[in-house]
């Protein structure tokens, strides 16, 4: 299973859906299902919380807190592998950059699902038939 950044944001920053992350998240560890995400989703988390902190929405001495939290969790991280793929899914779905079709092409490559909060990217990977489910 993959999972996208925005889950992991969440998991850290108390907003509507961090209880269903939680939740999630749980279940996951519960049931003993491997995790797996792109080495990107660091650079992706670190770039959410920079915004955040910016917007005075995230305490500047929460990120410490935060990252050990993250850093607890048994992820296993991947290089880029499948460059080509990537910017062919990202051109599939009307993309202008390839961030998000880095996670989809890794949970191909691992005939994983990718877990994401992103609607859009949800509805849109189905029209395509790529392994995407919604948090709900």
Do not use: C
């Amino acid at each position: 299973m993959v999972i996208d950044a925005n889950l992991l944001v969440v998991l850290v920053h108390e907003e509507s859906r961090s209880q269903r992350v939680r939740n999630k998240f749980n279940e996951w560890i519960r049931d003993d299902v491997k995790i797996h995400a792109p080495n990107l989703v660091q650079y992706e988390v670190a770039n959410a919380l920079t915004r955040l902190v910016s917007a005075n929405s995230f305490p500047q001495q929460q990120l410490a807190q935060a990252w050990i939290l993250l850093n607890r969790l048994t992820i296993t991280y991947h290089d880029l592998s499948e460059g080509t793929r990537i910017i062919e899914i990202a051109l599939s779905l009307k993309r202008q950059s390839a961030y998000d079709a880095s996670y989809i092409a890794l949970a191909e490559t691992l005939d994983a699902v990718l877990w994401t909060l992103d609607t859009p990217l949800y509805r849109n990977s189905l029209q395509y038939g790529f392994p995407v489910h919604l948090v709900e």
